[in-house]
């Protein structure tokens, strides 16, 4: 077992670090929503990071160690790829209120997440989307989610 210390980059980001994986993907979709870009993704993963990634037993194939050729790349490992799919896919399910102070988002209808789920064949991972919801409202509300 890896100390926990040892992997906190991994598992909980640091302040101005990037976050995980499904939080990232859902940071880059809600700032290409606002039209904006994410600066906060690492161009290169240091050594320290790749002896972490190492000491968890990730295989080394499944290690990005450049940047994307295209910023608009984001590597999404296998095991999210039905949720990063099925968040994708429901992007226009959100619920907003328009307000003097301007557009709130609310959140996903969850609704319309379970039909559009049902017609992809897929399941609902609902803390993965939830997740990636959070983060996504943390962004499209300016910070104030």
Do not use: C
């Not at 991994?10 to 499904?22: F, H, N, Q």
């Not at 039905?82 to 907003?96: H, I, K, N």
Request: aromatic letters at 6%; zero cysteines; a negative charge.
């Amino acid at each position: 077992m890896v100390p926990a210390g040892r992997i906190r980059r991994l598992s909980r980001p640091d302040v101005g670090r990037p976050p995980g994986k499904l939080t990232g993907a859902a940071r880059l979709w809600a700032y290409a929503a606002l039209g904006r870009s994410d600066r906060t993704l690492p161009d290169t993963i240091t050594a320290e990071q790749l002896a972490e990634f190492a000491a968890l037993g990730v295989p080394a194939d499944q290690i990005p160690t450049q940047p994307p050729e295209n910023e608009d790349d984001y590597d999404v490992w296998p095991e999210n790829h039905q949720t990063v799919r099925l968040f994708l896919a429901v992007e226009t399910q959100w619920r907003a209120a328009a307000t003097m102070a301007g557009m709130i988002w609310i959140g996903l209808d969850y609704g319309a997440v379970d039909v559009v789920a049902r017609s992809m064949g897929m399941s609902v991972n609902y803390p993965d989307l939830q997740l990636m919801e959070g983060e996504a409202l943390r962004l499209l509300n300016g910070g104030m989610a």
